[in-house]
């Protein structure tokens, strides 16, 4: 069972940067999708970034130019670089997985493709 476990999350002001890393444990796949997701108070969860295994990367509408989806396979961990903060941008973000021995993917910013999650990490942006 793949174990994702994040860290990196905090309280800055408005402008400033944060970076968040995940790390997953126990892989034994060869090809993976891994994504970054947000959720707030009373929004549904919504994709953020995402990689995949061979190097394909998206980014949401609403952070293209600020957060930048990276990876360091040796050290399987995947970060997620967030620049020029804006209130907004306060959630719970979350890192997750899917991965395959033989499947091709493609990176996604949908949350039905991915079937393990980290338990969160919160940022919180203020004004």
């Known amino acids: 069972q793949v174990r994702l476990e994040e860290s990196g999350g905090g309280s800055v002001q408005s402008g400033g940067s944060l970076r968040l890393s995940c790390a997953a444990s126990?892989?034994?796949?060869?090809?993976?999708?891994l994504g970054w997701f947000r959720q707030s108070p009373g929004k549904e969860r919504e994709g953020v970034a995402s990689?995949?295994?061979?190097?394909?990367?998206k980014h949401a509408d609403s952070v293209k130019g600020r957060f930048t989806i990276s990876q360091d396979k040796a050290k399987n961990t995947v970060y997620l670089q967030m620049d020029s903060l804006k209130p907004e941008d306060t959630a719970i973000y979350y890192c997750?997985?899917?991965?395959?021995?033989?499947?091709?993917?493609?990176?996604?910013?949908?949350?039905?493709?991915?079937?393990?999650w980290g338990q969160g990490t919160q940022v919180t942006v203020s004004s």
């Open positions: 997750a997985g899917e991965y395959s021995r033989s499947a091709y993917y493609s990176s996604s910013l949908r949350p039905v493709d991915y079937s393990y």
């Open positions: 126990r892989v034994t796949y060869y090809t993976y999708r």
């Open positions: 990689i995949a295994s061979y190097g394909s990367t």
